[in-house]
């Protein structure tokens, strides 16, 4: 589900700390019924678990597909445009106690770091230097679930261009995709994640009661 842009700023997120300079793009929700405090790595790693190209929606494939093309039709995505070229990386600005929780490597997205309540992962071409935030909230009603925020400094004329021309397929295709996506990783942890324990969607009932079913 969208949320508004204050939903991620108000949250009292590390990432605060070093990327003012980044504006918020979208803040989007995940359902994660019946997660507690401490299973932020768990679905963390039931969503690792459950991505690729072949659990993506067909639209969305076809779109990162088309976008992959044209980026290197126009080079959009030349090493010479990316991270520790064009610009450097995010984890330079990281505090000591930050810099040596993830492995920062990973193609598109690469870490940056990792706490107990957030994860953080960038990309950085022709068009911008992005941020992919994950966050784990408390609800107020009881529970967790898991946020997104997608940060952003757009590369001049080209990068502002781009983030207005591609906001359709981002809020009608990319996230809603992602919002199922995520969610039955969440739901088919006990399948997906060695010992995660807990209940699968294939195979038992799932706590609805204080989450009801949110359209994305």
């Keep these: 589900m969208r949320l508004p842009r204050a939903a991620h700023a108000r949250q009292p997120w ?8 980044f504006r918020i793009e979208d803040v989007w929700s995940y359902r994660t019924p ?18 690729g ?3 993506q929606d067909l639209p969305a494939r076809i779109l ?3 976008r992959w093309k044209l980026g290197a039709l126009l ?3 030349d090493p010479a445009t990316g991270l520790g ?10 505090p000591q106690d930050l810099r040596d929780t993830v492995d920062p490597v990973g193609s ?14 960038e990309i950085a071409n022709r068009t911008v230097h992005g941020l992919m935030h994950l966050g784990w909230v408390p609800l107020a009603g009881g529970g967790h679930e898991l946020r997104m925020a997608v940060l952003v400094k757009p590369n001049g004329w080209l990068g502002r ?20 996506q995520f969610e039955r990783g969440w739901r088919d942890r006990a399948l997906l994640v060695p010992g995660a324990g807990g209940v699968s969607s294939r195979g038992g009932t799932e706590d609805t009661a204080q989450h009801p079913r949110r359209r994305p």
């Excluded at 990432?15 to 300079?21: P, Q, T, V, Y």
């Excluded at 981002?170 to 995709?177: E, F, I, L, M, S």
Aim: proline share 10%.
């Design 14 to 21: 590390r990432i605060h700390e070093f990327a003012g300079d």
């Design 34 to 51: 019946g997660a507690g405090p401490d299973d932020f790595p768990l679905v963390l790693a039931a969503v690792r678990a459950d991505r």
């Design 53 to 55: 190209p072949s659990a």
């Design 64 to 66: 990162f597909a088309v």
């Design 75 to 77: 080079g959009w995505d």
């Design 85 to 94: 070229s064009r610009v450097p990386s995010l984890r330079e600005r990281l």
């Design 108 to 121: 598109p997205l690469t870490p940056v770091y990792r706490t107990n309540t957030e994860y953080v992962a």
């Design 161 to 180: 261009r781009y983030m207005d021309l591609i906001a359709p397929f981002r809020h009608y295709v990319v996230y809603p995709g992602m919002t199922r």
